[in-house]
């Protein structure tokens, strides 16, 4: 997430009660995870195991519980819970801001767009032309939706990220500033579900069509042309490349790439990356052809084993 005006490295401590080390005027522009952060961003790290990758990120400014020395051209916040500090900055620029309507004032709706009786549409969502929402389905603060978007009832777009810190106290939640992206000529099919980015945004590219019952995680990018079937669920920070076909109830697990053009047959489950251009099947997911003969030799087992 930008901010809407930079702010200091003075300022950012004062937020999060840190102690600065650097210029005292060093400039933040924006806000990130680790794994989505560009310069001029702030990001936090707080377990040994990641310091060196935060440290020498594109991240300007890190939040660190550990005094360490501060690389060139960076700044720092010392904090003993650099995850509350980080949070206290996404409450600051980011905070929930409750809706007075059923569409918000400042929603900004494009010609020729139709809302349907009982859909929500948040603070700050922009949905453009030719566009139709229908009954009950809610459009988080912040969305963007492009033209020609069809959205059908009951889905939510811009759910929070499922995304919790474990503590001996239980779960802490990371608070998500992020966004959803639905771009031209998308459709979303009833009951879905596509959450908002922790700090990026989550993207459905365009021409994408949904069935009903799809749910996306927070920071996923899928591509353009893409069909998702029926009872799908794609874990966050994922990448789906152009012209994926995913049949129903496929399951993508996190941090993965799916290659363009690849088919995923109904069923399956994908927990790794995998090359474009071919058809996969089972759980783990393999290229369907191997999967077949493994399930025919399968088939005759019992009668090989009668000869033992």
């Known amino acids: 997430m930008k901010f809407i005006a930079p702010i200091t490295l003075v300022e950012a401590a004062s937020i999060t009660a840190s102690e600065a080390i650097g210029n005292s005027g060093f400039v933040i522009t924006g806000i990130n995870e680790i794994h989505m952060v560009e310069p001029g961003d702030v990001t936090f790290v707080d377990h040994p195991k990641y310091y060196s990758k935060a440290l020498n990120s594109k991240a300007t400014t890190v939040i660190i519980n550990k005094r360490v020395d501060c690389p060139e051209g960076k700044a720092l ?23 007075s309507a059923q569409i918000s004032p400042t929603a900004v709706i494009g010609e020729g767009t139709v809302i349907q ?4 549409i948040g603070n700050h969502v922009q949905i453009g032309r030719n566009c139709l929402i229908h009954s009950n389905v ?6 963007i939706i492009g033209d020609d978007v069809i959205i059908h009832s009951n889905s939510v777009i811009g759910a929070d990220a499922y995304y919790f810190q474990k503590k001996p106290t239980g779960y802490r939640k990371m608070e998500s500033c992020g966004r959803v992206i639905l771009k031209d000529k998308v459709e979303i099919g009833a009951l879905c579900s596509i959450d908002k980015g922790v700090s990026g945004d989550t993207i459905i590219d365009e021409g994408t069509k949904f069935d009903n019952h799809v749910q996306v995680g927070h920071d996923t990018y899928i591509g353009k042309h893409c069909l998702i079937g029926a009872h799908s669920a794609i874990a966050g920070v994922t990448r789906i490349e152009d012209d994926v076909i995913l049949w129903g109830r496929v399951s993508v697990n996190k941090d ?14 994908v927990d790794k990356s995998i090359a474009g251009g071919k058809t996969y099947f089972g759980t783990p997911a393999i290229e369907a052809r191997k999967k077949w003969r493994e399930l025919a030799a399968l088939r005759q087992l019992p009668q090989f084993m009668k000869k033992f």
Not at 256 to 264: E, N, R, T, Y
Request: no cysteine; charged share 15%; hydrophobic share 50%.
């Open 117 to 120: 009786p009982g859909a929500f």
């Open 256 to 269: 993965l790439v799916i290659g363009k053009g690849a088919i995923i047959l109904a069923t399956s489950g």
């Open 77 to 99: 916040l010392l904090n003993d819970d650099p995850f509350a500090a980080y949070i206290a900055l996404v409450k600051k620029f980011r905070s929930f801001e409750a809706s």
């Open 138 to 143: 809610s459009i988080y603060d912040h969305s």
